[in-house]
């Protein structure tokens, strides 16, 4: 019987310390990503009017350009959650339940695509609209990061795309 407890008592020990493993890994990559990422632009009092949205679904996360299981962590950016996401001709806002919300400014989006995996989650074909922009308070003039979110309706994807890839101002871009 005392051989089992003594078992019991190390399992839970070997696993309280994977976690707090875990969680020292999770905070020491934020602290370095927020170094390069710099602070997030707030999202604007004044943004207009909408020009798509709102559409419901889930902020799946934001990783570097190029790399989906490289998940950036810094502000908060690495927290899946329930949202809405709405494009203005300023920029996009991805408006996360109980969490900070997420200001894409359109200026410094520099692309979008439908993809399938973004920040070590993958779903079906296309299933994801994928925003890549450059942070404005980063201290690396080419970082690029992809954010991600999956809306209810897919069917919206096409509009999206189409809006943002337009530029600034409803632009196309040439």
């Known amino acids: 019987m005392a051989s089992n407890i003594a078992v ?3 399992a ?5 310390i ?8 999770w905070r020491r990559r934020s602290t370095m990503q927020e170094g390069w990422v710099g602070a997030l632009p707030a999202p ?8 798509l949205g709102p559409a419901t679904g889930l902020y799946v ?3 570097i350009d190029g790399n989906w299981q490289a998940r950036v962590t810094a502000d908060g950016l690495g927290r899946r959650g329930a949202g809405t996401i709405t494009a203005y001709r300023t920029g996009v806002l991805i408006e996360r339940e109980n969490d900070t919300a997420v200001w894409l400014p359109r200026a410094e989006i520099t692309g979008v695509r439908l993809d399938r995996r973004l920040a070590g989650k993958v779903m079906t074909r296309d299933g994801l609209l994928v925003i890549t922009w450059h ?7 080419d970082l690029l ?3 991600g979110f999956r809306a209810d309706d897919k069917t919206i994807y096409p509009e999206w795309t189409a809006e943002l890839a337009a530029g600034p101002g ?3 871009k040439k």
């Open 8 to 10: 019991v008592v190390v």
């Open 170 to 172: 409803g632009k196309a």
């Open 61 to 63: 996360g934001t990783a």
């Open 44 to 51: 604007p009092e004044d943004r207009g009017a909408a020009v």
């Open 12 to 16: 839970v020990a070997l696993w309280a």
């Open 18 to 25: 994977i976690v707090f493993a875990m969680y020292r890994g």
């Open 145 to 147: 990061i992809d954010t």
């Open 135 to 141: 942070p404005p308070g980063s201290s690396e003039p």
